[in-house]
């Protein structure tokens, strides 16, 4: 149910931003407040007996794990959708859609176990999103305050849980009251004319709860990084391409002088005459893929060293002897371990199951399905590192990195177009899978690890999370589809959902499977200098800067995400978020630590869910869109 919620949460929130973020913290608050009171009065068969932080960390890692592939369905798919190579809506391809979720469902699970032992033992990486939840747990349960404690926790979140659901659905029937605040639109109305340029660039104001709790979950250096990328773009660069006449828009409403779309994607001569948006995806994709192997190279040590682990377990197992010097030291008793032959028969299953699927479904040859499967184990290892090292799992740059390798596998086939653009993006989705999974997944044997859980009963609660998510995520998609078919069409001129993930798949599939690059040589330079100011950048915070003023260096993976996204919204509400935490924190340092990832967690859970409602009653026909007011919005038109 945990699961379900997160799911929800996991695709209204990728198709807004491309972020998605795990149920940990939510799982562990609304896990102890479910099955806390049941343990006392239900009997054994219905959840009764003891629960303890061991416990709810089995719980918590089940929603995790049913929560955890929403971001299938806010990337690549969307971008096939686009590109015509499926059907015409995802719902005729509800058996292919859950298919290919099952071949991405496990890997990730089978990865993280022998990544276990050098990323958690070893190496000890922070992971804060585990520590976090970790801290919650044992504060839950531990301590002669803990059910004071647990108590205030658990009220907090669901208010601030169902304080989130009701703005979402309500404010769909008044948008430009209680959701959308144009600000410069209004100001244009009073007088100022020229304040309609901020407005027509995407500069309004929103009260998004998730967004804001994502601001105070991710802190100061994501967030600011973020609403700079986005400044960069769409009040810097933006304009400047447009008045060198580099870049085209469109009059958005004639009765509103100077009013432009800039965000338009269907374009006659995209490299002549391209939008602002489509000029400004290269440069934020080249950045994205930039920062992210960097990371990685500058982190090669260590990188290394887990893939000699890792390979080293299964040498151990099929040397002569049998027997191989292991430096790690595992406490956990061996009754509680995850045996060899469990992990390695999930990774065998998955394999033989997705070659099937692949071939049978989609055409794919078994040798190119196999070479997207080694892929998926090497590219884990960068998902675990960054998730461990920053909280930030760059699925979004491993998955391009493997559309670029596959394009050019296609490319040397001589494959058609459209069956090269179908390769590099299903084979792409394969590895975002499992980096997704193994990052999410090694997270909460992070939590396991300091609760001194069982890794194993995480382990079986993991596969049964992941079991739900196979239908979940792609049932919610279909949902989300049906009400927005915006999402898969670019011919609507806006959309409710962003999705500057698809965008940036979109972007990579048709770049490595054209005869020529679709790119505009201004954009292309830009693209290369930004990419290489973001490689100068991250190997400086490496070489050059003291790791305590870490956090004063740029993300350009943030920057990057503002250049794909079309709109300001979501980076002001962060940085209004990360703000707000930051002087919680230093003023009211204990408060802080009660409330906050409480109030966070709530926030975005709520609003995710709040948009399942508001799809389901747009299908239903009683949305704001038919039963709602205009009343500020631009020109009087539905802007919800």
């Given at each position: ?41 239900a009997?054994?068969?219905?959840g ?8 709810n ?67 000890k ?21 803990a ?7 658990t ?35 009073v ?23 994502v ?26 391409i447009?008045?060198?006449g ?9 009765s ?26 290269w ?11 960097t ?33 790690i ?6 009754h ?27 055409g ?50 001589n ?22 999974q ?37 049932g ?34 048709v ?25 100068i ?11 305590k ?41 204990n ?23 508001n799809a ?16 500020g919005?631009?020109?009087?038109v539905?802007?919800?």
């Amino acid at each position: 149910m945990l699961g379900a919620i997160i799911a929800a949460s996991n695709i209204y929130l990728g198709l807004k931003t491309g972020w998605t973020f795990g149920a940990s913290l939510f799982g562990s608050i609304i896990g102890f407040a479910i099955l806390k009171p049941l343990s006392r009065s239900a009997p054994t068969f219905l959840g009764g007996g003891y629960f303890g932080p061991k416990e709810n960390n089995v719980c918590q890692s089940a929603a995790t794990s049913a929560g955890s592939l929403g971001l299938l369905f806010t990337s690549g798919f969307p971008a096939a959708y686009q590109l015509g190579l499926l059907s015409v809506h995802p719902k005729d391809d509800i058996g292919r859609l859950i298919t290919f979720t099952i071949c991405c469902a496990f890997f990730g699970l089978s990865f993280t176990q022998p990544l276990r032992k050098f990323y958690i033992l070893k190496l000890k990486l922070v992971f804060p999103s585990g520590v976090a939840a970790a801290y919650t747990i044992q504060s839950l349960h531990v301590g002669k305050n803990a059910e004071v404690i647990a108590r205030k926790k658990t009220k907090t979140l669901m208010y601030a849980f169902i304080v989130a659901i009701f703005l979402r659905v309500v404010s769909e029937y008044a948008p430009g009251l209680l959701w959308d605040w144009h600000v410069f639109y209004a100001l244009n109305r009073v007088g100022w004319s020229s304040a309609i340029a901020a407005e027509s660039w995407g500069w309004i104001w929103e009260w998004t709860p998730a967004f804001i709790g994502v601001g105070m979950l991710t802190g100061i250096n994501a967030s600011y990084s973020f609403l700079g990328g986005s400044f960069l773009a769409w009040a810097v660069l933006g304009p400047t391409i447009v008045a060198k006449g580099i870049a085209f828009g469109t009059v958005e409403n004639s009765s509103i002088p100077g009013y432009m779309n800039y965000m338009g994607m269907t374009l006659q001569n995209p490299i002549q005459e391209p939008s602002p948006r489509y000029w400004l995806i290269w440069p934020g994709t080249l950045m994205l893929l930039c920062a992210s192997f960097t990371e990685v190279a500058c982190n090669w040590r260590s990188l290394y060293a887990a893939m000699r682990s890792a390979c080293g377990m299964f040498l151990q197992r099929f040397s002569k002897d049998g027997v191989l010097v292991d430096d790690i030291v595992d406490t956990v008793p061996e009754h509680e371990r995850v045996p060899f032959w469990a992990w390695s028969s999930v990774l065998v299953l998955s394999t033989i199951l997705t070659c099937v699927i692949m071939g049978v479904q989609f055409g794919q040859n078994v040798g190119v399905t196999l070479l997207a499967i080694l892929f998926s184990f090497l590219f884990s290892f960068i998902g675990c590192e960054s998730s461990g090292r920053t909280n930030i799992n760059p699925v979004t740059s491993i998955g391009n990195a493997s559309q670029l390798i596959f394009g050019g596998l296609g490319r040397g086939q001589n494959y058609a177009v459209k069956r090269g653009e179908l390769l590099n993006l299903l084979s792409g989705l394969l590895t975002l899978g499992a980096a997704e999974q193994a990052g999410d997944m090694i997270g909460d044997l992070k939590t396991t690890h300091l609760l001194r859980a069982s890794p194993r009963a995480v382990f079986v609660a993991q596969l049964c999370g992941a079991v739900v998510s196979i239908f979940m995520a792609s049932g919610l998609y279909v949902v989300f589809s049906t009400a927005y078919p915006c999402i898969n069409d670019l011919s609507y001129p806006r959309c409710t959902f962003p999705t500057p993930d698809v965008q940036s798949w979109r972007a990579v599939a048709v770049a490595v499977s054209s005869s020529t690059l679709p790119i505009p040589p201004s954009s292309g330079y830009a693209a290369i200098v930004l990419g290489l100011v973001a490689v100068i950048s991250v190997v400086a915070k490496y070489t050059v800067v003291p790791p305590k003023y870490h956090d004063f260096v740029p993300n350009f993976n943030a920057i990057g995400i503002g250049f794909i996204m079309n709109v300001c919204t979501y980076p002001l509400a962060m940085f209004f978020g990360s703000t707000l935490a930051f002087f919680w924190r230093r003023m009211f340092f204990n408060n802080y630590q009660m409330y906050c990832f409480a109030v966070a967690a709530g926030f975005i859970a709520g609003e995710g869910l709040g948009g399942i409602v508001n799809a389901i009653f747009t299908i239903s026909g009683i949305s704001g869109a038919t039963y709602g007011t205009s009343v500020g919005c631009p020109g009087q038109v539905y802007c919800g």
